[in-house]
Nanobody, 120 residues
Framework: QVQFVESGGGLVQPGGSLRLSCTASGNIESIEMMGWYRQAPGKQRELVAQITATGITNYLMYVQGRFIISRDNAKNTMYLQMNTLKPEDTAVYHC??????????????WGQGTQVTVSS
């Protein structure tokens, strides 16, 4: 089955930017909706941004206007451009299929993700 590998995280100061990449082992064109999730210590995992196969996007209200999700189906890769980063954005970021009814379910294995740390 398809697998995802996240990269691009790191340490950045408040106000800085990072670009995360999610590379799939297989074709992603047929995946109707993919998304970026994040989980901070002691917190539940939350969906940060989602994107359909044709590029329709939605964002968590707290990142709206700062983050941009995109996907390049030809490269089997999804991206998350994160601008104006805040300390509260600190978390491990994962990518996955976004569940939709009975047609799509997230992969049960979330992998290692990529760590984003925003601190002075």
């Amino acid at each position: 089955q398809v697998q995802f590998v996240e990269s691009g995280g790191g340490l950045v100061q408040p106000g800085g930017s990072l670009r995360l990449s999610c590379t799939a082992s297989g074709n992603i064109e047929s995946i109707e909706m993919m998304g970026w999730y994040r989980q901070a210590p002691g917190k539940q995992r939350e969906l940060v941004a989602q994107i359909t196969a044709t590029g329709i996007t939605n964002y968590l209200m707290y990142v709206q206007g700062r983050f941009i999700i995109s996907r390049d189906n030809a490269k089997n890769t999804m991206y998350l451009q994160m601008n104006t980063l805040k300390p509260e954005d600190t978390a491990v970021y994962h990518c996955n299929i976004v569940p939709r009814g009975d047609s799509w379910k997230s992969l049960p294995y979330w992998g290692q993700g990529t760590q984003v740390t925003v601190s002075s």
